[in-house]
């Protein structure tokens, strides 16, 4: 059964087919952001049990990022152009099959090359769900969608944790990406019977591909060098090769932007300063809070002591004060405003973070870890859904999948950076299973996460507008 026709914008958020919406674009793009977080309680087991370096156990990290950055901006223009549902569901059924493959992966380097793969399906399905929720609702329920989007995700993120330290420990670390399946099958089902189908009519139907190929090499020129760098210790020929090819293709990338008739990443958004400052707040912002769990679950296993499970309940409560707050944080911002909790949310996470630096042997959770993760989970449930809110509300309705796509894109690529660059500057050497060398390299990185949430804080105060109608584009 189809889901009928609405009129765009149409939907009320209190309605029993508002409620399956938010059912479906949560589950969506929950099993999508839910997968790094698990896949980061697993590490030190799959090092084990495949035999994996830094910059393996990096590369299962990054080899999806990658795929997910570099390819947001063309399932947000996908489903522009061919239908926002529909391509939303190809994402879906694209991520449970490569899940099944890295499922059975029999090598570090077929599991790394299946999260790749992964990846693509995450791009397809992730802005699909914003951008559903940005064109069905009708405006004045639009900011509460957004902020129960945010916080309903805490839901399956606090679940995540537990799930996947409780499958590692228990069963093998294969089920992390076993479990998918049936969850991509609910959402199949709910999103075919209650989701309506939306589209840009005015959107051209030749697809920007190089555009696409150029911003894929150069995210992975600079990843990949930034990895090598880690695992070599030394810039050496192919780091700065690699690193330089990068930089030339993300130059290239941004010139045919310029020029083409039909650009991926439409250069006019940037010209609207909340749209462009509220992108610049989500990189340091984002690339921060990748930086601060990728180290944090990490560390607890290695340097703590603490269990799979144990780790992976550890950053719970952050999910738990997402799911009570945001909500309530997103229509806050409809109200006031979304300059003071992008400003003054991510400072609170700064502080969260510097309390974090602080783990070292056998460090008590109640005492050393929990009060950093509540003031952490504090700050961040007051930034988020009012950022995503900005983000979408400083575009045009007709381009919500590229301005969605556009959002994610620059969350995953800070993420994706994060996880390349972080292990170098903070000095983790050839192995994340070294106590010795990651205790020091934990509080260096939580102290650089700090500094990059108090730079997204000041991006927010000095850009984004202090009331809601001044955030939509003039023209």
């Known amino acids: 059964m189809t889901a009928p026709a609405e009129p ?5 958020y209190a309605s029993a087919r508002g409620r399956w919406i938010l059912f479906a674009t949560v589950l969506g793009s929950a099993i999508a952001f839910i997968d790094a977080t698990v896949v980061t309680i697993a590490l030190p087991t799959i090092a084990q049990d495949l035999g994996a370096s830094t ?6 990290v990054n080899a999806y990022a990658l795929t997910l ?41 077929v599991l790394n090359a299946a999260r790749a793969f992964q990846g693509v399906g995450g791009a397809l399905l992730t802005p699909g769900s914003l951008a559903i929720i940005q064109a069905t609702f009708r405006g004045s329920d639009r900011g509460r969608a957004i902020g129960a989007w945010s916080g309903l995700g805490g839901i399956a993120g606090a679940v995540a944790p537990f799930l996947g330290g409780w499958i590692v420990e228990v ?41 696409t190929v150029l911003g894929a090499l150069g995210l992975a020129g600079l990843t990949y060098g930034f990895t090598v760098w880690t695992e070599r210790g030394t810039p050496d020929a192919l780091v700065l090769g690699t690193l330089a090819f990068g930089v030339l293709a993300m130059v290239a990338f941004v010139l045919v932007e310029s020029r083409a008739t039909a650009p991926l990443l439409p250069p006019a958004l940037f010209r609207w300063r909340p749209f462009a400052g509220t992108n610049a707040a989500t990189l340091l912002i984002y690339a921060a809070i990748s930086g601060l769990f990728f180290f944090l679950v990490v560390t607890l296993q290695v340097v703590a002591g603490y269990s799979p499970l144990a780790a992976g309940l550890a950053p719970l409560p952050v999910t738990v004060l997402m799911l009570l707050l945001s909500p309530r944080a997103g229509a806050l911002s409809t109200i006031m405003g979304p300059k003071i909790p992008m400003t003054v949310g991510p400072l609170v996470c700064a502080v969260g973070a510097v309390m974090l630096a602080g783990i070292g042997p056998d460090s008590p959770y109640l005492t050393h870890v929990l009060p950093g993760v509540l003031v952490f989970g504090l700050g961040l449930s007051a930034t988020v859904a009012p950022l995503t809110t900005t983000a979408l509300a400083a575009a045009p309705d007709h381009l919500a999948g590229v301005a969605s796509g556009v959002n994610n894109a620059v969350a995953r690529v800070a993420g994706l950076l994060a996880i390349a660059v972080l292990p170098l500057v903070a000095g983790v050497g050839s192995t994340l299973t070294d106590p010795t060398s990651l205790e020091p390299a934990n509080r260096v990185a939580m102290i650089v996460c700090a500094g990059l949430l108090a730079g997204g804080a000041v991006i927010s105060l000095l850009t984004v507008p202090s009331s809601t109608d001044a955030v939509r584009p003039t023209s």
Do not use: M, Y
């Open 55 to 60: 910059a393996d156990l990096q590369w299962t």
């Open 171 to 211: 069963t093998t670390w294969r089920w992390i990406f076993g479990i998918n399946l049936p969850l991509a099958a609910v959402v199949v089902w709910v999103s075919v019977r209650h989701v309506p189908e939306s589209a840009d009519p005015t959107a051209v139907k030749r697809l920007d591909i190089a555009g």
């Open 8 to 12: 765009a914008g149409a939907i009320v």
């Open 69 to 109: 950055a570099a390819f947001l901006l063309l399932g947000g223009s996908l489903g522009d152009r061919f239908g926002r549902r529909r391509v939303f569901l190809v994402g879906i059924v694209w991520f449970a099959v490569a899940s099944l493959l890295c499922a059975v992966a029999p090598s570090i380097g």
